[in-house]
């Protein structure tokens, strides 16, 4: 199993522009569909980006669409989010999570097909 650890968290301003990390080990992320997902208080896990295994192409919730941007250091086995312009509305533990390759194009936002999740980093907004 690879494991995954998140970093970058802490407590932020409104219009900041932090940087999440992930680091994986165990096994590569370069050959997996690999994304972010966030939970605030009192809701449910949401799907925030994500790239898939075939042809490395991102995906986006509308709500960060614009703002946020992910990517990976396939020389670092790395995955990151960029976050711009960060919102009151954006706090939230932040996970990443990957697959063992074999998650779907139509299962791409729903965490429930992801394999390997990290323990996630808490991102709080100030206004």
């Known amino acids: 199993q690879i494991q995954l650890v998140e970093s970058g968290g802490g407590l932020v301003q409104a219009g900041d522009s932090p940087r999440l990390s992930c680091a994986a080990s165990?096994?590569?992320?370069?050959?997996?569909?690999v994304a972010w997902f966030r939970q605030a208080p009192g809701k449910e896990r949401e799907f925030v980006a994500a790239i898939f295994r075939t042809y490395g192409r991102t995906y986006y919730a509308d709500s960060v669409k614009d703002r946020f941007t992910i990517s990976r250091d396939k020389a670092e086995n790395t995955l990151y989010l960029q976050m711009n312009s960060l919102q009151p509305e954006d706090t939230a533990v932040y996970y990443c999570?990957?697959?063992?390759?074999?998650?779907?194009?139509?299962?791409?936002?729903?965490?429930?097909?992801?394999?390997?999740w990290g323990r996630g980093t808490q991102v709080t907004v100030s206004p």
């Open positions: 165990g096994g590569t992320i370069n050959s997996r569909t």
């Open positions: 999570a990957a697959d063992n390759s074999r998650l779907i194009f139509s299962s791409l936002r729903i965490g429930e097909y992801y394999d390997n």
